[in-house]
């Protein structure tokens, strides 16, 4: 199984851009990276996905490095909603025909300032 | 409609006791999910229902017991639970197991409490 590496907290200015890095240099070539976040108290949100090129999407962008060891997941205008774990998960298939699931790492805990 | 919900928001049980955590999508999703998340600890997977099939069982206590009576809806049995199973369960769904997409829709999850 792939594993990530997340820095276990980061700050944030209101208003910046939030640069959120993860290691995942055992990915292999046909696995996914997910980006969710967990507000207190609340269920894991999706938030993006990629395999080899940058994505874009409302929430966020997730830039990932060529040899797709590493990525970034970037929130460009942080606001003191986005307070919140964000986590890095490579998906990870389980048996031959069970599918995918989502083994989460232990994340980032990302706190906004005003 | 795009939500899981899940109930009762609170539980607190006995060691004796048995209960039930309820879950329910209609987004027409063929996969669900039971995680436990522990304070402070990210969420681990317990179960993976696919097609109303037990598909993925990590190794959990046969104290838990899960039940998918039709796509929409998922139980979680709980009889003779221990004080450290104690946690909040979360509950997910997507459109199935398999592809390149595969985002999971959480609920709030259920805050259990074994005395």
């Known amino acids: 199984d792939a594993k990530t590496t997340q820095p276990t907290s980061m700050d944030c200015a209101e208003g910046r851009a939030a640069n959120l890095p993860c290691n995942h240099s055992t990915i292999s070539g046909n696995e996914y990276v997910y980006w969710y976040r967990q507000i207190h108290s609340q269920g894991p949100q999706y938030i993006i996905h990629g395999l080899k090129n940058n994505e874009t999407n409302e929430m966020a962008s997730l830039i990932i490095t060529e040899d797709r060891k590493s990525s970034t997941l970037i929130l460009p205008h942080a606001t003191l909603r986005d307070t919140a774990v964000y986590y890095c998960?490579?998906?990870?298939?389980?048996?031959?025909?069970?599918?995918?699931?989502?083994?989460f790492g232990k994340g980032t805990s990302l706190l906004v300032t005003p | 409609d795009t939500e899981v919900t899940q109930t009762p928001k609170h539980l607190v049980m006995g060691m004796t006791n048995k209960k039930s955590l309820k879950c329910e999508q209609h987004?027409?999703?063929?996969?669900m999910y039971w995680y436990k998340q522990k304070a402070k600890k990210p969420p681990e997977l317990m179960f993976v229902y696919s097609y109303e099939k037990l598909s993925i069982n990590e190794s959990v206590p046969s104290r838990f017991s899960p039940e998918c009576p039709n796509s929409s809806l998922l139980n979680l049995h709980l009889h003779a639970l221990q004080p450290e199973d104690s946690a909040l369960y979360l509950c997910a769904s997507s459109q199935d197991t398999s592809g390149s997409y595969n985002e999971q829709f959480f609920g709030p999850g259920t805050r259990l409490t074994v005395l």
């Open positions: 987004m027409g999703h063929r996969a």
């Open positions: 998960i490579v998906r990870v298939t389980w048996g031959s025909n069970s599918g995918y699931a989502l083994n």
